[in-house]
């Protein structure tokens, strides 16, 4: 299967990205109102986001460039210092900014 991607295949391939993002969300919000949030799910989903950040993260910091490494690492150093992600973020984005400047 294949679309033409001159004239409106661009659109009914970013149409249909919309369709299915949208379903996945308002999917699992439906699926997760029929579950009983309890200490478990608590957990389970307090865990998740960092673990998911970890499988994002793992495969930038080994298959990732110097840039990348040290944007991460400058992250990590600033958001344990200052405790706010958002600090650590704009410094790990100059930090590979810098580097990969020169």
Known sequence: MSLETLG???????LIMAVV??????????V???????????QFIGAMSGSVLVAVLAPLAMDGDGGARLALATTATVALLLKKPLPAIAAGMVAAAVFRQF
């Open 8 to 14: 409106f295949g661009s659109l009914a391939v970013v």
């Open 21 to 30: 993002t949208l379903a996945t969300r308002w999917g699992g919000v439906f």
């Open 32 to 42: 997760m109102s029929y579950v009983p949030i309890g200490r478990r799910v608590r």
